[in-house]
């Protein structure tokens, strides 16, 4: 018995030295990011930065691993499902977050997979067709509450456009009637058609629209600060929608039980990485605003956004058709 006790108690020591020391020599190998979306959106541009510029802080190559599909759940589920090792990270979205609330059922909980750090971030803009006679936002929300209301187009339930209008509609009393498409580019192709007067979209996609074939009309962008590719344009908070804050953001989750210490050195990486001249100027000429920070900055955002947006859903009636 004393001889069982024993080993048990040298067992655990060596568990508790263990992970300080794998820390210490990590990494030894490729570093795997999974994108949960396809290759081309601002979630992969963002993630593909983060890859390059952390890969050379860490001294090893960073993996970029496409899997979209069910929202962002399917990627999700993958890291969820990982070895906490320190080689498989997610690319998170706001889906992480509301994804729960709004969905039938996920094959994970929100527990396993946890906040590491922020990326970036591609502020939503709204816009409407270039012919539309609205000059701004308020134009738009009053406008809305005449008649019938207003289609606005998103890209699928709990989407970020979809937010936008529940926002609008619970916090400003406006009449929009999200519309859900598969993707964004949809919406893009939905408004530019006349399908919908209005939709909220990335800055990355939409920005092109505004500034090189004029198709669009911007009447605001929904993050805090204005857009650095595009500062002409005001802020919803500056018009007066100060309950109406969110974008396109990406960041960087692991699975649960990944050491503490390696999620450190890979925020550290990240935030290096946003902080470079070159990748700085790539990601903010596209409508890209890079962030990086710590892992306790990118904690305490996360449970704000649950908090904030489950208010949302809660008021709205969100829930997976």
């Keep these: ?31 795997r990011f999974v994108v949960p979306f396809s290759a081309g959106g601002a979630n992969d541009l963002m993630a593909r930065a983060a890859a390059e510029g952390a890969g050379r802080v860490l001294g090893q190559p960073v993996i970029i691993d496409n899997r979209p599909g069910a929202g962002g759940s399917l990627g999700a589920d993958i890291v969820a499902k990982s070895a906490p090792d320190g ?6 979205a706001a889906g992480v977050i509301s994804n729960s609330m709004i969905k039938k059922s996920l094959p994970f909980k929100d527990e396993d997979i946890v906040p590491v750090v922020m990326i970036g971030l591609a502020p939503s803009v709204i816009v409407v067709p270039k ?14 509450k005449k008649g019938q209301g207003f289609n606005f187009a998103t890209a699928g339930t709990g989407s970020t456009p979809h937010f936008v209008a529940e926002m609008l509609n619970v916090k ?48 605001a962008t929904t993050w805090t600060q204005r857009i650095s590719a595009y500062p002409q344009l ?19 989750h692991a ?34 605003e890079p962030i990086g920070g710590t892992r306790a900055e990118f904690v305490k955002f996360t449970d704000a956004e649950r908090k904030r947006l489950g208010e949302i859903v809660k008021a709205a009636h969100m829930k997976e058709q």
């Design 87 to 92: 080689y498989t990270f997610l690319i998170s």
């Design 131 to 144: 012919s539309a006679p609205y000059q701004n936002l308020r134009d738009f929300v009053e406008a809305s």
């Design 234 to 252: 005001s802020t919803a908070v500056e018009q007066g929608f100060a309950d109406l804050q969110i974008a396109h953001w990406a960041g960087l």
């Design 255 to 288: 699975p649960r039980g990944t050491p503490p210490e390696i999620m450190d050195k890979v925020a550290d990486a990240v935030d290096k990485a946003m902080r470079e001249p070159a990748t700085v100027a790539k990601l903010k000429g596209m409508g890209i």
């Design 172 to 219: 400003y009393g406006a009449q929009l009637q999200p519309v859900p498409y598969k993707s964004g580019s949809e919406s893009t192709t939905a408004v530019l058609g006349g399908q919908v007067e209005g939709t909220s979209e990335a800055s990355i996609i939409a920005l092109p629209h505004i500034l090189n074939d004029g198709k669009f009309k911007a009447l």
């Design 1 to 31: 018995m004393f001889l069982t006790r024993r080993t048990a108690l040298a067992c655990a020591a060596a568990a508790l030295i263990a992970t300080p020391a794998v820390a210490q020599t990590w990494p030894t190998k490729s570093i």
